[in-house]
């Protein structure tokens, strides 16, 4: 076990977009709505999570059209290899993850993609393995979503092909012995010939060493099947969960799944999401995400009605709940998040500001001064429910700046979060073992 004295958090930020967490931040006044496509602005809040040493930037890829309603920005536009290659040109310790397909992508080119933008990026790159199952997305290549048992089969071997192609280039075959005239010792870049159940592959993989070796490990899901895998082969593990309660079970699962893999369960980061609005006050906090919803979003009174046990629609908005209501509400077992909902709705708030509290969101988003963020990671972190966090502030012009100028340092003096990079690599970021190849100790599922 770490000495917990000494644990420190890991903090990542998603740069889905130009804009922001929030679907409506295009809207901001202060926003160019040409963001969307500006990679200038992509490098602005890059180097901005590098001035808060966050240990990397998470790059999603949906392989689907991701906007919903006119009024919304697509959640993400350009190609994250694209974006992830122009951002190791214009910071220098930042590490990236990005989604690439196990169910879509071939390994080859998973491979040779992330092994290069690992080697340009100095060893800074991780590989989020995920199992897409979205209908559009299959749609885009012709074929329908596979089941859940047949996806996981197939990402398995999947990676594992990945892996014995990134350590095809054994780590002494470079001699650029100009005198011998001999560039590589040509028996150390030899073939994997692996041959699957589903995929095959020859190699070798020309593409040396990065610094770190090889890109790290990252799965994102939910589940037996994605606690299992990613027990066996993640370094870092990036999920959604709503309480401190489902995130220790999910944690722990996902522990279990390392130890009976013959892993050190420490070295597999359970990352929570987090999307903070951060203000002077909680008042203006409020008023912000007031700002931040739109006529889609008041479908969810009904929503929030049935997590909480009663029957609300938009005609309930403007008011609170009544004490008859109240009296009668009653939070929703299987949903986590119907908890935080009534504690909110018994404060006495309106319906309309109960939602503003972002409690039926994609992720806990807490909301008020920084003290307020930092104390629920703070919180999530010392309940074990959390290695760390991966932070989606709701609009980038202001919010990314507020996140790293003003949450970052209160985590820092509370002994939470580094002060300082202590190495160049994501690895080192992360503090977890040289992998190169196939990892040793992976058991068969
Ligand atoms: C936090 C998180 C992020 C994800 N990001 C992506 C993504 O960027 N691209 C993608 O295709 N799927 C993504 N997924 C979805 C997974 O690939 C998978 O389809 C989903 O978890 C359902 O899988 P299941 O069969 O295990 O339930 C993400 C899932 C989670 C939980």
């Known amino acids: 076990m770490e000495d917990m004295s000494s644990r420190k958090m890991h903090l990542a930020t998603i740069l889905s977009n130009g804009f922001g967490g929030s679907p409506y931040a295009w809207l901001d006044p202060r926003v160019d709505p040409g963001d969307f496509t500006n990679i200038r602005a992509l490098a602005r809040y890059a180097q901005a999570a590098e001035r808060g040493k966050l240990d990397f930037i998470f790059l999603g890829d949906f392989l689907a059209q991701s906007q919903r309603v006119e009024e919304q920005s697509p959640s993400q536009t350009l190609e994250p290899t694209v974006i992830a290659a122009a951002l190791a040109m214009v910071t220098e ?117 990065s610094r770190q070796g090889q890109p790290v490990m990252s799965h994102s899901g939910a589940g037996p099947h994605s606690h299992d895998l990613a027990g066996r082969h993640a370094d870092v593990f990036i999920t959604e969960v709503f309480t401190i ?10 522990r279990d799944a390392a130890r009976s893999a013959g892993r050190n369960p420490d070295d597999v980061k359970f990352m929570a999401g987090v999307q903070p609005t ?20 008041l479908q969810n009174v009904r929503y929030l009605g049935q997590l909480i046990g009663l029957p609300l629609g938009p005609k309930d908005l403007d008011a609170p709940l009544r004490p008859e209501q109240l009296a009668v509400a009653r939070a929703h077992p299987a949903d986590g998040r119907s908890y935080r909902a009534l504690e909110v709705a018994r404060e006495g708030w309106t319906v309309r500001q109960v939602l503003h509290h972002a409690v039926i969101d994609y992720h806990p988003s807490p909301i008020g001064r920084p003290e307020a963020i930092a104390d629920h990671m703070q919180e999530w972190f010392e309940a074990e429910a959390a290695d ?58």
Request: neutral net charge; hydrophobic residues 40%.
């Open 245 to 254: 309660d489902e995130a220790r079970q999910h944690r722990a699962a996902v």
């Open 93 to 209: 310790r930042i590490g990236m993850i990005n989604v690439v397909s196990a169910t879509f992508e071939e390994p080859y080119n998973i491979a040779r993609v992330l092994k290069s933008l690992d080697v340009v990026s100095g060893g800074r790159m991780g590989w989020n393995a995920v199992t897409t199952s979205a209908p559009p997305a299959a749609a885009n290549f012709g074929r329908s979503v596979i089941d859940r048992e047949t996806r996981y089969a197939l990402i398995e071997e999947v990676i594992r092909a990945v892996q014995a192609l990134w350590g095809s280039w054994q780590e002494d075959a470079l001699l650029a012995d100009k005198p011998a005239r001999r560039f590589t010792d040509l028996s150390k870049i030899a073939p994997v010939n692996f041959v699957g159940e589903f995929i095959s592959t020859r190699g070798p993989l020309e593409v040396p060493p």
């Open 278 to 297: 951060i203000a002077d006050s909680h008042a203006e906090a409020l008023k912000r995400r007031g700002r931040l919803v739109g006529p889609a979003d």
């Open 388 to 445: 760390g966090f991966w932070v989606s502030p709701d609009i980038f012009i202001d919010g990314m700046d507020t996140f790293v100028d003003d949450v970052v340092p209160i985590l820092q003096e509370r002994g939470l979060f580094r002060q300082e990079y202590e190495g160049q690599t994501l690895r080192d970021h992360l503090g977890i073992e040289r992998q190169y190849g196939l990892r040793r100790t992976s058991a068969r599922p």
